[in-house]
């Protein structure tokens, strides 16, 4: 797996697991601040996206390769910052690992068995329609659904998401992701976010249409002495979006809390 890292090598580690369908990249911003502030950021590029090559794309394979990940730098005792798909990857990877995050960080992205996916995954979850979806996407579509999406998605952050869409395995691994997250999958996981007992702080954008803010407001009541910031002009791509109110935010609680 491919990743970009920020900081000294020394310093505790920050752990940073990226959205659909983003890579690395997103954490550019955090990263620099990361860094700045005396941490070592390191995220991957999860199978499939930025520069690592897919493999199987299923949820429970990317938690796998998340673990190989960690294992093979040798990153312990992390602070886990999660994003989207992140969420659901990286938080069933540390219920599987208790005592492998020493705080949690999550935005934009749910854990709950009894979500509902949105009309996007439905049609990606859907025999055929999903395959004429991955067949169909162009360069110029996915510029205009990107801009559409999020203020802070231009140039060189469309570039680097676009490396995801690069070959039909790459898009298979997409289809193959969606059609994994079936959310009763969750049912054994309740309360165990909660059980970790670290430091969490929940960030999510007030605008988001995949994932809404009241979920945000769900994890903040179940995970006791949690934090929650809002961003009321940001959407679903919070990081993006508002990238030095979310650089601050994330160095602030680590600040106070570790």
């Not at 190989?68 to 069933?92: C, K, N, P, Q, S």
């Not at 979806?133 to 570039?159: H, K, N, W």
């Amino acid at each position: 797996m491919a990743y970009r890292e920020a900081g000294d090598a020394g310093a505790p580690v920050v752990l940073l697991v990226h959205g659909y369908p983003e890579s690395s990249y997103m954490w550019r911003d955090a990263m620099a601040a990361l860094g700045g502030a005396g941490w070592r950021a390191v995220a991957p590029d999860l199978p499939g996206y930025g520069d690592s090559e897919p493999g199987d794309g299923t949820w429970e394979a990317h938690v796998e390769s998340l673990e190989r990940f960690r294992a093979e730098l040798g990153l312990d005792d992390v602070v886990l910052v999660t994003h989207d798909w992140g969420v659901m990857i990286g938080l069933r990877w540390a219920c599987d690992h208790p005592g492998a995050a020493r705080a949690l960080v999550i935005s934009d992205g749910g854990f709950f068995a009894d979500r509902r996916w949105h009309d996007f995954a439905n049609t990606m979850r859907t025999e055929g329609e999903g395959e004429r979806l991955m067949e169909g996407f162009t360069r110029e579509g996915f510029d205009a659904l990107m801009e559409q999406s999020s203020r802070g998605i231009r140039g060189q952050a469309v570039d680097e998401y676009w490396k995801g869409f690069a070959s039909d395995e790459h898009r298979r691994g997409h289809l193959e992701l969606y059609r994994s997250g079936d959310f009763d999958k969750l049912e054994p996981y309740e309360g165990r976010v909660a059980a970790l007992g670290v430091p969490t702080l929940v960030v999510w954008g007030e605008g988001d249409r995949f994932a809404s803010p009241k979920m945000a407001r769900r994890f903040n009541d179940e995970i006791p002495g949690s934090e929650l910031v809002l961003f009321d002009d940001a959407g679903h791509f919070v990081w993006d979006d508002e990238p030095e109110g979310t650089s601050r935010a994330l160095i602030d609680f680590l600040s106070r809390r570790l």
